[in-house]
């Protein structure tokens, strides 16, 4: 194999970003829009911040297809602050929340709900080590305070096709998938995703919120805590992540100039282009049940564990980095975000096919 130098990365996260954006965030960190300023260092209230939050939030909701029922929010605190502030706002110490247990992260959301109320469990397939997305269940209660789902399970590689219309209020984890292909955003009460998978950098979380929901937030909370103080201070509420936000508008910029449905397109053939390496290379092979594979997170392992050690030296050989499963599960994770192009995906493919050549 020719390994021409640069890195292909398939972190799950923080992800590779395209090196665009990342030139662009260099040029701004030295000057800033020739203001002569470093980005890292423009006032949070000033007028050149106070347009790249304008502008972030005006490309969500475009390439989400949102008109001004929905608020657009930067936050701090990543997925593990939604997980808590969720309940915190929207479910009342006698209601109840839905939740739909599709995996690591929704297990971990519905740990944080269960401090502030009662949480019912809808479907979960915990119980099969989740390798396949639970049946959805058949009937869900108007009356829930909110029902949440994974749209993406980034751990175990397992996916949603679609976000589906729920009665209650539907709360949607997104922060693997989000701007990877169409999908139903206004089926959502709440939709929210941490910068560092589809966005840009670790460090900010995007939360979007259909207004009606803002009026049923249940409990007296400091403002850091509540959503109608972050939406009433337009996300700066306290000195935001202005850097992280800032290479988020980078990315969203770059993620509007290529079109949602070509980098669908592009998504849908480099998982197939590596599922299909994974189904076939006798020395690999995946547990996730096929119909619910994820497109963005593909996990599998090798035969055995001598060959699992040598597959990943064979990686770092040839550039392929950051390519082993979660700590949980063991065994083999590309994250193929957007930034990961399908020619890297060939590449990877390729590293494969030779691996079986010499270890035969
Ligand atoms: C990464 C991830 C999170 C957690 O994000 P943190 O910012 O580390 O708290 C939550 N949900 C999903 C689906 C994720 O992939």
């Known amino acids: 194999m020719i390994y021409s130098g640069k890195l292909i990365n398939l972190n799950a996260g923080p ?19 020739h203001t002569g300023m470093s980005v890292l260092s423009i006032p949070h209230r000033g007028v050149h911040f106070n347009k790249i939050l304008e502008e972030s939030k005006a490309l969500v909701k475009e390439l989400c297809w949102l008109d001004d029922d929905y608020e657009v929010l930067w936050m701090h605190g ?46 979960s397939t915990k119980k099969h080590g989740y390798q396949l997305l639970p049946e959805w269940p058949e009937h869900i209660s108007a009356d829930l305070a909110y029902v949440h789902m994974t749209s993406n ?19 949607v984890d997104m922060s ?11 089926n959502c009460s709440l939709f929210y995703a941490v910068a560092q998978k589809n966005i840009g950098p670790a460090g900010a979380t995007l939360v979007v919120v259909r207004k009606d929901m803002l009026q049923r937030i249940q409990r007296n909370l400091p403002p850091m805590l509540n959503y109608n103080e972050h939406v009433a201070e337009k996300s700066v509420l306290n000195t935001p992540p202005v850097f992280p936000i800032y290479v988020s508008l980078l990315m ?17 053939r480099k998982a197939a282009l590596l599922y299909d390496e994974i189904d076939r290379n006798p020395l690999f092979s995946t547990s996730v049940k096929k119909e619910d594979r994820s497109m963005m997170n593909i996990c599998f392992r090798a035969v055995d564990e001598r060959t699992g050690e040598m597959f990943n030296d ?37 590293a494969m096919q030779e691996f079986e050549t010499t270890n035969k």
């Open 15 to 33: 992800a590779a970003l395209p090196d665009q954006v990342l030139q662009q965030a260099a040029e701004a960190v030295l000057n800033f829009e």
């Open 78 to 123: 990543g997925g593990r602050l939604q997980f808590a502030m969720i309940p915190m706002n929207f479910l009342g110490e006698h209601g109840t929340a839905g939740y739909i247990d599709s995996g690591n992260w929704s297990a971990d959301a519905i740990r944080h709900a269960s401090f502030y109320g009662n949480v019912e469990v809808l479907t």
């Open 153 to 171: 399970n980034t751990i175990y590689g397992t996916q949603w096709d679609e976000i589906p219309r729920v009665d209650a209020p539907l709360i």
């Open 176 to 186: 693997s998938d989000i701007f990877s292909r169409a999908m139903n955003y206004t």
């Open 252 to 268: 969203l910029r770059w993620i509007k100039s290529r079109g949602i449905a070509a980098i669908e397109e592009e998504n849908r």
């Open 314 to 350: 064979f990686c770092t050989e040839t550039g392929i980095v950051n390519i082993k499963g979660h700590r949980s599960t063991g065994g083999f994770r590309a994250s193929l975000y957007n930034a990961v192009s399908l020619e890297d995906v060939k590449y990877v493919v390729a």
